[in-house]
């Protein structure tokens, strides 16, 4: 199971904005910044799985997530570290701005390792 990831230099400030730009991954983000990571299909309750495979892959593919194989499952973490470097400031604001009432509830996964 081969995951393509950008690297630090290849992350665009469009593409983040595209990935941060929809509630059900900024859930996910917030559920992330809390450090670990995350089974793929423990963070959002009643998704399909190819809803969530298209929210990874546009969080994966702005830079905001790492996707790490374990066994037959996909472990979740956030980019914080690039996305600091590449945009500081950034990712505090927007976690900093989001309102709790107006997101999806994460699923109640504990980060594994």
């Known amino acids: 199971m081969t995951v393509n990831h950008p ?10 904005f595209t990935a941060l730009g929809n509630p059900m991954r900024l859930t996910v983000v917030r ?37 790490r194989p374990s066994g037959r499952e996909l472990l979740l ?4 570290e690039d ?5 500081p400031g950034l990712l505090d604001a927007v976690l900093g701005a989001i ?5 999806p509830r994460a699923g109640s996964a504990r980060p594994t390792g």
Request: proline share 2%.
């Open 83 to 87: 996305l600091d470097a590449r945009f």
């Open 31 to 67: 559920a992330l910044a809390a450090g670990g990571e995350y089974p793929c299909g423990s963070l959002l309750e009643g998704v399909s799985k190819s809803t969530l495979t298209h929210h990874w892959r546009v969080l994966r593919e702005g830079g905001i997530i790492w996707q």
């Open 7 to 16: 690297t630090r230099d290849q992350i665009k400030l469009e593409n983040v």
């Open 77 to 80: 973490s956030l980019r914080r």
């Open 99 to 103: 309102s709790v009432e107006a997101l």
